[in-house]
């Protein structure tokens, strides 16, 4: 059997619980079949070498894990600069947040190719090689120019934007030709897979010359989307734990009288937490009845804090709950819960049990997980009810959620309370219909789809 080789930006121990939706996928792809999982240690040498140092190696269970470190120089351009500085707010559709600084472009050509370098040597004849979201767009273009002839097969965890958009990037064209040196992309949603098509066509030049399959530079590639999902058995089997039944009996009994939002995010501007507070406060405003009662939990962990624009919506975020808290709050009662620390993963099913309605508005989202393991953790017999963002790719699966546009706050607001309404035949007919579909697209299914896809692709080739 071909032995599968996975590459991302960050790894980590698939023994351990992780908590970023990548971590916990390629995790469990790795698990079952084992393999090898090359990334970024994690450290940045200060030293001022060219972080041009060993691979180091370690095993965890059936998988190797292969890691590198990275300069300073290399980090900050790399990852800080082109990865998270430009094309996930590109990406995100947030040309206003992106920062073009022409020297990103270096380390981020410099680390790819340092990362082709140090696999190249690892690799096996047979192996089946899978690369990981847009920190590692070019990594097959640099392997093939090295003479690898393996199976590689890309994913990407975030939206593909629409052609006008992606040609705001300054490389936009060396992104997109580097694409076609894969045998398969995969993508979130259809939508994306449309973005592609679009850019193929209009800015490429190129066409769309079968099934899934492009022709463009003079290449051709199998593109096509593979919906991510979650490990259901495995997420409700943490519903049995100590930690999620305590956390659920606590939040039971402290808000006995009141009825619980959620919201659970990484602290990120994509995730819409500020408009989903300002939602939440039309409720409060047009409908007073839910005054005393209707109790926001919002849960969000932090993550790069080193850039910019986190620490502004952080500062966003602090002075509109506290203005609500202010405006509504009562001695007895606190609108607004906001917590900007990470729940233990082992307690989250027991936090989405214990509420009635999940939130989940972003701006816009590869996917979305946590739409998924809201529905996986809710009572059948009693389920809440999910909001979800129609710019989450989880929407097009998750028609049985309450769709909305999380830019109108105000008819946000509106869904919210004929949530909180909802007769509970209703809130039963629809969870039954969404867990049905988070169950039939879970994460082996994704995985097995891809992997599946690759290895036809590249037969073709
Ligand atoms: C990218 C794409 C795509 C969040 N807060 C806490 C916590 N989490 C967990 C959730 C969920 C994961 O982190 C987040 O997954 P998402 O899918 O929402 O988002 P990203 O991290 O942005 O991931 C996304 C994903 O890749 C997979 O392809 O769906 O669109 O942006 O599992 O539960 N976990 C714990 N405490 C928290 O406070 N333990």
């Known amino acids: 059997m071909s032995r599968l080789v996975v590459i991302s930006n960050r790894i980590a121990d698939p023994r351990k619980p992780a908590a970023g939706g990548l971590a916990v ?12 999982w090359f990334g970024w240690s994690g450290t940045v040498v200060e030293d001022g070498s060219s972080g041009e140092g060993e691979v180091h190696r370690q095993q965890a269970g059936k998988v190797t894990l292969a890691t590198l470190d990275l300069s300073r120089e290399d980090h900050d351009s790399y990852y800080l600069g082109y990865s998270n500085d430009v094309l996930w707010p590109v990406f995100h559709d947030r040309l206003d947040l992106a920062n073009f600084e022409a020297s990103f472009i270096g380390g981020y050509r410099r680390v790819n190719q340092l990362f082709a370098r140090k696999l190249l040597p690892l690799l096996r004849p047979d192996d089946i090689i899978w690369i990981h979201d847009y920190h590692l767009i070019p990594l097959a273009a640099e392997l093939r120019a090295m003479g690898c002839q393996q199976r590689i097969g890309f994913f990407l965890h975030i939206p593909l934007p629409p052609h006008i958009i992606m040609a705001a990037i300054p490389q936009h064209e060396w992104l997109m030709r580097s694409l076609f040196s894969y045998d398969l992309i995969g993508f979130q949603a259809e939508q994306d897979v449309q973005h592609f098509e679009q850019y193929v066509r209009n800015e490429a030049r190129g066409q769309a010359i079968g099934r899934d399959l492009y022709r463009a530079y003079g290449q051709t590639v199998r593109c096509s989307a593979f919906p991510i999902g979650i ?7 943490l519903l049995q734990g100590k930690e999620s ?5 606590t939040m039971k009994r402290e808000y006995s009288s009141r009825r619980l939002l959620l919201g659970i995010d990484r602290l990120d501007y994509s995730k819409g937490i500020p408009h989903r507070v300002r939602a939440f406060r039309e409720l409060l405003a047009n409908y007073p009845e839910n005054r005393r009662s209707a109790t926001l939990i919002q849960i969000a962990s932090p993550t790069r804090e080193s850039v910019d624009a986190y620490a502004d919506i952080r500062r966003e975020l602090e002075s509109l709950c506290g203005a609500i808290n202010g405006d509504y709050g009562e001695l007895d009662w606190m609108p607004v819960r906001y917590i900007h620390r990470m729940v233990a993963r082992k307690r ?3 936090l989405c049990r214990a509420t009635a309605v999940g939130l989940v508005t972003p701006l816009r989202d590869g996917m979305n997980l946590v739409a998924k393991e809201y529905v996986a953790a809710q009572n059948p017999e009693d389920p809440g009810v999910l909001v979800l963002s129609r710019f989450a ?3 097009e699966q998750l028609k049985e959620a309450l ?3 999380p830019y109108d706050t105000h008819g946000t607001g509106e869904t919210i309370q004929q949530a909180l309404r909802m007769p509970l035949k209703e809130r039963k007919d629809r969870h039954q219909a969404l867990l049905e579909r988070v169950r039939k697209n879970d994460v082996h299914w994704w995985r097995r789809a891809f992997l599946d896809a690759l290895k036809e692709a590249a037969s073709e080739r």
């Open 245 to 249: 039944r305590d956390m659920y009996e």
């Open 403 to 405: 769709l909305v546009n």
């Open 25 to 36: 996928a390629v995790g469990e792809s790795l698990q079952q079949s084992g393999g090898l």
């Open 231 to 237: 490990d259901v058995d495995e997420f409700q089997s």
């Open 348 to 350: 989250v099913p027991g």
């Open 393 to 395: 790719g989880a929407a």
